[in-house]
């Protein structure tokens, strides 16, 4: 590795050494020098300092390539991660190609044969799957002869711990055993590259058959080495593997713990490369065949059968009636080597806390039956006393299990031999056909207390996960009534608080940080508590207790993680120590931690949803407005730039009048623009309520004056007639703006109404308002548009399509409300549009006669 | 100060304005005609014209980009009573009514036709050779005479208050020249401040209504809104 690195650096590539010991090896010193060498991270563990790979500084560092030395290595309690090849892992996902160094004896699906070799069971493994992402393996190989003498000559390195372990390690046939299996793995993998360059240059070759096999995997510890057997086998044959759990409502005792080694089993064969799958059925056998003819399994693995003989005659082994139901499927049986302690894993016993209660209870029970049969016994055959006992027989199972149980049932036979068999008051047996009754009711109670026992468990079984149901089903529910974050958040708390018994807290990403947005009462996260969290969450991985990386922390962080992006992180503190490990918990929590991302998730998206609504509307108006003023700008400039061309070109050749003519026109469409130049910057002074009035006391008369003015071009010959009484008051306005008003009103009139008819301005009072009105003969408004008269681009719908922009009325709207007045339409009666302006009138605003 | 005359007897015209299209405008129009035309594009090179070319009439636009339109005419009217008439764009009555307090004559609102700006121009250049201003006004029906007092109607006699006629006198006098509200009631009234400037309205109002043929369309006072008033 070393050399590799030494060679890369030459070639101009980043490289550091990550974790290399050289052990005092002077070759390795050789090779080192001129490295560098990054700083390594002591951990103190029961007051020695370990040296262990310093994980943040070779992240911070980011070189192209880091050289880490023996991959299984474990780490000292209080790192980050359990596992040196986890540290590695997290070295990859940044970015950092890494050389690292493993032993053949290291690889997961090799462990077992490896102890079957060597004796020594390897505890230190990587799997596979990190093995098989390597970009390239170099099989150091050399053989056993010249290992042995490198040993001899001191420069392998050995702990002086492990000295004669690996006395027995080195002997000549492990060797030589060991190389060939690593020849044999290395193999395999240059096969693999092969096919896949076959596959890729389309190179037509012996392709594999397509076997697919599948293997059980029970509570029993031999699941384990099954498994790896059949993973070998599927390596072998380049097929596809599949592990199955079959439940069965028969359960078996010690339920608890066979599902934890059920679980543990599950996740090696996934970390294998299986598919696992859990089924649950009445009978095995049928299990099995349904799920093969299903999946098109040719080969089912199985192991051989290990319980003695006489168990057969009540229950032919499964693999025998596998074999006779398998048709066309093949059996594999494999073997392997009894292993004493190897598979019980720290499964935490659920201890019986009533056990010795249970004992005196049953006692007292078979006590009692014997109280009340000596009560009866002068009306009763000893026979039917039988019954009594029984019947405490059949209480102790109900109510305390199936050992007391059992002692009851022996203590019964003793009973009822002592004090009602004749001889009474002695163990002797008379007639030996109570020996049978003896026996029946020993059976008997055996067999109910183990069924009630079973049922019992079962129902426990039941129940809990019906909670875990009833506590999934309730946060679902109240995920669904959420509607923002807080409640989601206040729902997630509230639901995992009741479920598990615990304590959450639950962390979102704010800018750099995660910050704490909901916590149980009396939950504080300290600073390392935070940094887990933060880990947690950038690496998308669980992390704390009971998971393996950063385990020493208290509470357990689980990154809340959708199938697009990871949005923050739960902590969970349970209040039951043992129940970190519980897989039902940990499965309940999962399952909350992806409900409660996957409702923030909705909720994020129906918000933006929802600003991508406004957004589009609000573009839609503006493309509108755009191309509305575009059209409008250019109309009258089309005909302004037509005319000038026209006379341009043609100037000399048209008459007089048809030069006034076409003059006439361009003047008129020139002020047209004008005029909605104008109009358009008045709308957006309104718009921007930039509009200032300079108010006046004015007069009604004036107004109408200018306004007529202003338009007397326009209208031409077209009668306008005016009624204002004379004792109008004068009335604050800004006439400016007012004459604006009453031009646009008017030019509308115009525009609507046939070329020959009246408008007719008046104004009248009351106490409060003046009213200035503007009638036309017109076509008038269709009712239901009376309203929308007002608004900015409404044209009145004419047949022959509208001219002008449709804001002309809208600046009335906004001038005249912003003289605290009001506009209005209504439609005459004969036909024809009034539009009616009602000003305040000024307290003062009486006439003042000056002299 | 009577305008001096040049050799050619042209009218000289003075264009102030930063806008190259406005000035190229003004200069087809108006060289073509009875004047003679200067052009400044900035308030400084405008002074300057001023000083140089002593012109009769001279058109100022407001929006000058190094000094005030308004500064300008102050300066100019230290030392000369020369017509000045005020190029403007609308929505800017404030400005007008400034300029117009600072010694401007008139104003126009872009954009303006030829004929309005051609009018004004010899209005202003009438006024400006007049020593006296004349005693009879005539237009259309009305005829006033300030000789003797006199205000006909188609050759009806008017009665007007005493207020009303200094009104029109003020106006008559300055025919064609718009008057702000400001500069007629310091005239008629003496206020310097607006406080009843209700007062005016009135009084125009009532004038309106004694002398023009329809009082809802003046013929001869004519509302420049937010401005003053103007007798044509």
Redesign the interface.
């Known amino acids: 590795m070393l050399e590799a690195a030494r060679l890369r650096k030459k070639d101009g590539r980043d490289v550091v050494v990550g974790y290399v010991e050289s052990h005092g090896r002077s070759e390795t010193d050789a090779l080192l020098d001129g490295l560098e060498l990054l700083s390594r991270k002591e951990v103190n563990y029961l007051g020695v300092a370990l040296p262990e790979i310093d994980l943040d500084a070779i992240l911070s560092r980011k070189p192209q390539i880091v050289l880490v030395d023996e991959l299984a290595h474990s780490n000292a309690p209080g790192s980050r991660h359990e596992k040196r090849w986890q540290d590695v892992e997290e070295i990859l996902e940044a970015g950092i190609d890494v050389y690292t160094t493993v032993n053949i004896q290291h690889f997961e699906s090799l462990n077992d044969v490896v102890t079957q070799i060597t004796g020594i069971i390897v505890r230190e493994t990587v799997p596979d799957r990190l093995l098989d992402l390597a970009f390239e393996i170099k099989l150091i190989d050399i053989p056993p002869e010249d290992l042995l003498q490198r040993l001899n000559e001191g420069k392998v390195y050995i702990p002086d711990q492990a000295a004669k372990a690996i006395e027995k390690f080195f002997r000549p046939g492990n060797l030589m055993a060991l190389r060939e299996l690593s020849l044999r793995r290395t193999a395999a993998r240059v096969d693999d590259q092969m096919r896949a360059y076959m596959e890729t240059q389309s190179i037509a070759g012996p392709w594999p058959t397509a076997e697919r096999l599948m293997v059980c995997v029970s509570g029993s510890p031999y699941s384990e080495k099954l498994i790896r057997a059949t993973c070998r086998l599927a390596e072998e044959l380049k097929a596809q593997w599949f592990t199955v759990y079959i439940e069965t409502p028969v359960g078996g005792r010690h339920m608890r713990e066979n599902r934890e080694r059920i679980w543990q089993n599950l996740r090696l064969a996934e970390g294998l490369g299986a598919q696992v799958a859990s089924v649950t059925a009445t009978d095995v056998t049928d299990a099995v065949m349904e799920y093969a003819s299903r999946h098109n399994i040719t080969k089912i693995v199985m192991g051989k059968p290990k319980k003695p003989r006489w168990r057969e005659i009540f229950q032919p082994p499964v693999v025998d009636r596998i074999i006779r139901r398998s048709g066309a499927v093949d059996v594999v049986i494999v073997n392997f080597e009894q292993e004493k302690n190897a598979a019980a894993s720290n499964v935490p016993k659920r201890r019986s806390p009533f056990e010795a209660r249970g004992y005196a209870a049953s006692l007292l029970l078979v006590a009692a039956a014997t109280v009340l049969c000596e009560l009866l016994r002068p009306f009763l055959e000893a026979t039917n006393m039988v019954m009594f006992y029984l019947l405490a027989v059949v209480i102790a199972s109900v109510r305390l299990g199936r050992k007391p149980a059992i002692a009851s049932a022996f203590m019964g036979v003793l009973a009822f031999d002592f004090f009602f068999v004749p001889p009474r008051m002695t163990f002797v047996v008379a007639d030996t056909q109570y020996l049978m009754t003896f026996l029946g009711l020993f059976v008997v109670g055996v067999v109910i207390s183990t069924l009630v026992a079973r049922a019992r468990e079962r129902a426990e079984v039941m129940r809990d996960r019906e909670v875990q149901t009833a506590s999934l089903y309730y946060l679902s529910r109240d995920l669904a009534a959420s509607a923002n974050i807080d409640a989601v958040l206040k729902a997630v708390l509230r639901n995992v608080e009741e479920a598990l018994n615990a304590q959450v807290v639950i962390m979102l990403p704010e800018g750099e940080r995660l910050d704490i947005l909901a916590t149980s009462d009396g939950l504080t996260l300290d600073m390392k508590e935070q940094a887990v969290a933060d880990w947690a969450f950038r690496n998308s991985h669980p992390a704390g207790r009971a998971t393996d990386t950063l385990v020493s922390a208290d509470l357990i962080y689980l990154p809340l993680q959708t199938p697009s992006s990871v949005l923050g992180v739960m902590g969970v503190k349970l209040e039951n120590q043992h129940a970190y490990h519980s897989r039902e918990n940990r499965r309940l929590l999962d399952a909350f931690a992806t409900q409660a991302a996957m409702a923030m998730e909705r909720i994020r998206f129906s918000r933006q949803a929802e600003h991508a609504q406004i957004l589009q509307a609000r573009e839609n108006l503006e493309r509108a407005l755009l191309n509305s003023i575009s059209h409008d700008l250019r109309t009258p400039l089309v005909s302004v730039t037509g005319v000038l061309y026209s006379l341009k070109e043609e100037g000399t050749h048209l008459s007089d009048r048809a030069r006034r003519e076409l003059l006439d026109s361009a003047c008129s469409e020139?002020e047209r623009l004008?005029r909605f130049v104008?109009n358009l910057?008045d709308m957006t002074r309104i718009e921007a309520g930039a509009i200032r009035l300079?108010v006046?006391?004015?007069?009604i008369?004036?107004l109408?004056?200018?306004a007529?003015?202003v338009v007397?071009q326009r209208i031409g010959s077209r009668p306008v007639e005016?009624q204002?009484p004379?004792d109008l008051p004068?009335v604050f306005m800004?006439?400016?703006l007012m004459?604006q008003v009453l031009v646009n009103i008017l030019d509308n009139a115009h525009k609507y109404a046939p070329a020959e008819s009246t408008i007719e301005v008046s104004a009248t009072t009351d106490n409060d308002w003046l009213s200035l009105e503007v009638a036309d003969r017109g076509t008038g408004v269709p009712e239901h548009d009376l309203k929308r008269v007002f608004d900015k681009f409404y044209r009145i719908p004419i047949p022959e399509g509208a001219d002008g922009t449709g804001l002309g009325l809208s600046i009335c709207k906004g001038i005249v409300e912003a003289h605290g007045g009001r506009i209005s339409a209504e439609n005459r009666t004969g036909g024809g549009l009034r539009i009616v302006i009602a000003l305040p009138i000024a307290k003062t605003g009486e006439?003042?006669?000056?002299? | 100060m009577t305008a001096e005359k040049t050799t050619d007897n042209l009218p000289r015209i003075l264009v102030v304005d930063d806008e190259l299209a406005i000035r190229r405008f003004l200069h087809m129009v108006l060289s073509s005609e009875e004047f003679s035309l200067y052009e400044a594009e900035n308030g400084h090179a405008g002074l300057a014209a001023a000083a140089a070319f002593r012109p009769d009439v001279i058109l100022l636009d407001l929006g000058l980009p190094d000094l005030d339109g308004i500064e300008v005419i102050k300066r100019i009217r230290e030392w000369s009573p020369v017509p000045i008439i005020v190029l403007s764009v609308r929505e800017h009555e404030n400005d007008k009514v400034s300029a117009l307090d600072a010694g401007a004559d008139d104003y126009l609102t872009k954009p303006f036709g030829v004929g309005e700006l051609l009018a004004r121009i010899r209005a202003a250049l009438r006024r400006s050779l007049l020593e006296i201003p004349e005693p009879l006004f005539i237009s259309n029906d009305l005829q006033v005479d300030l000789g003797s007092r006199r205000v006909t109607v188609n050759e009806f006699d008017i009665s007007l208050t005493p207020t009303e006629y200094d009104i029109l006198r003020f106006l008559v006098t300055h025919a064609g020249k718009v008057l702000t509200h400001g500069q007629i009631l310091k005239q008629v009234w003496g206020m310097t401040n607006l406080e009843q400037p209700h007062v005016l309205r009135v009084n125009i109002s009532n004038l309106r209504r004694k002398i023009e043929s329809d009082p809802s369309r003046p013929q001869h006072i004519i509302t420049e809104p937010g401005v003053g008033y103007r007798l044509r």
């Open positions: 020139a004008n104008g910057l300079n006046e006391l004015c007069d008369q004036d109408v004056g200018c007529l003015a007397e005016i204002l004379d004068l800004d006439l400016v004459t006439l003042n006669h000056d002299s």
